[in-house]
């Protein structure tokens, strides 16, 4: 919903803007902390089963949590600044 490149569907204004300016902020922290060292990405959740999400999303919230931290865990500097999901593939932006 943040991509613009992956945005096929359109609709979903507010919420599509929401996520795009969250993106802008992770890529300048990425550009502004690489010196320290501070890693900063976006990383989708997936469709997950929460109260959101609703009872139709095919992902249970500790699957999408767990792989969420593991792509912290694995997470490098080479990857700051990138819009990743939560199987590890990489977004457009
Ligand atoms: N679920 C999905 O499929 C999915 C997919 C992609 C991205 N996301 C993103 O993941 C994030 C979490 O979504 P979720 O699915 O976990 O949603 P959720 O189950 O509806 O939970 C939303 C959480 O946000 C809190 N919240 C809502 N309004 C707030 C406010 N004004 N101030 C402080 N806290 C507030 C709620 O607190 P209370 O419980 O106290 O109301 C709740 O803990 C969202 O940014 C969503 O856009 C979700």
């Given at each position: 919903m943040g991509s613009i490149s992956d945005n096929?569907?359109?609709?979903a204004y507010a919420y599509r803007m929401s996520k795009a300016a969250l993106n802008m902020m992770s890529k300048s922290l990425a550009v502004d902390l690489q010196r320290e060292g501070i890693i900063s990405v976006v990383i989708n959740s997936g469709w997950v089963k929460t109260d959101m999400g609703g009872?139709?999303?095919?992902?249970?919230v500790e699957e999408s949590v767990a792989a969420i931290l593991g792509e912290i865990d694995r997470a490098t500097l080479d990857d700051s600044g990138e819009f990743l999901n939560w199987k590890g593939n990489r977004y457009p932006w």
């Open positions: 096929k569907s359109g609709g009872a139709s999303a095919p992902t249970p």
